[in-house]
């Protein structure tokens, strides 16, 4: 059942079923119905009009590039990564609502409709501000993403990636003892040096989960560098955990934003069995690294799920 701010925060007033949506757009009701599901959509009745002139825009696109030849599942995949990334941006924008808006008003005696009644209005204005930063901030990382697919066929097509796995080492025990707002802001400027290291080291960040940062690039000392990045600055912040990080390379399957393969699932064990301000490695990406980094052999390590693997640090400055 449609709410209030359903109604309210649409730049356009809903007309159409899905069914009249997907007739508009040539698409399969069956088809729309589980690209809205993707998405996030919740189900509606069939009778329910919902959906406007801007959802028949959406499906018509969904439309085309099908018939271009992207895959139906592919499409699919790309549906939940749009909508895990609006789902996160979303939960971002209502923490700021929450502590900035809600709790001051409550606070202040508002009643229950002109609570909602403000926060429509700042809805509306958030909407405004983020069509344009995610218009823009899209076309930035589209243009970088089509580089590296240009550069991949360059190479014959193989997407061999090196892989960075970066986490926070006892950030469990360190998160216990912190209240809210001290593990809010701990993981708020984890956040902020993965992004950073990664836009310095033109690597690209996958996702950052709590107190765990991927990576990827298809130019090893990207990756590194945006490794090595994070584990310095994390040491050099004061009163944060260490870092520590482990990276492979090799061949990886790219579905909906995220990468998985051999060099992920090893990148993340690596990590793992790494101590604290370590930047440790595989063979192969010691190889795809070149000469350019001194290490020191760690030995053989026998890795769970992966296997044995003879690993290399970073070598300690003199």
Known sequence: MATDHDRHLRLQQP????DEVARQASVDPRVARRIFRAIGMAERRADEAFLDEQDVAGLRAFHDLLELGTPMEEMIALSRAYGYAMSRIADAEAGVFRT??????????????E???RLERVGEMTLRLTDVLLHNTRRVHLAAA?????????????Q???VAFVDLVDFSVASAELDRAALSAMISTFEDIAISACVDAGAHLVKV???GAMAVSAQPPRAFQAAEIMVRVAADEEGFPDARAGLDFGDVVSLGGDYFGTPVNRASRITAATAAGTIAMSAEFKAALGDGVATRELGRRALKGVGEVTLFAVADPA
């Open 15 to 18: 007309r159409f079923t899905l």
């Open 209 to 211: 989960l709590g107190d």
């Open 146 to 158: 089509l580089r590296e697919v240009t550069a991949e066929a360059a190479r014959g097509g193989a």
């Open 115 to 117: 609570l909602e009644e």
């Open 100 to 113: 900035y808006f809600v709790q001051p008003m409550v606070e202040g005696g508002l009643s229950q409709t």
């Open 160 to 162: 061999r990636l090196a």
